[in-house]
């Protein structure tokens, strides 16, 4: 069984930064591809970020040269950093595990 859990959603001010954490289950980890998606009220889930499990990355082009996805495979974790935030990243941010493997998602808040 395959848990993804998520963490380090919050409140922050436009221009700011937050880091999300994916913690997952599974010893075989190194071997998925990882991604971020979100959804925003009223709008449908997107992709965000994604890395293949030979470290390879592709982002969505509202958030290229501002968030950065990474993992580590010791700690069966994928990361999302995320700088220069703005009010339209609201959203609330799931992590995705091939080939349908989802967390339960984190609120990010942007606002002053």
């Known amino acids: 069984q395959v848990q993804l859990v998520e963490s380090g959603g919050g409140l922050v001010q436009p221009g700011g930064s937050l880091t999300l954490s994916c913690a997952a289950s599974g010893s075989i980890f190194r071997f998925w591809n990882m991604g971020w998606y979100r959804q925003a009220p009223g709008k449908q889930r997107e992709l965000v970020a994604v890395i293949i499990s030979g470290g390879s990355t592709n982002y969505a082009d509202s958030v290229k040269g501002r968030f950065t996805i990474s993992r580590d495979n010791a700690k069966n974790t994928v990361y999302l950093q995320m700088t220069r935030l703005k009010p339209e990243d609201t959203a609330v941010y799931y992590c995705?595990?091939?080939?349908?493997?989802w967390g339960q998602g984190t609120q990010v808040t942007v606002s002053s």
């Open positions: 995705h595990a091939d080939p349908s493997y």
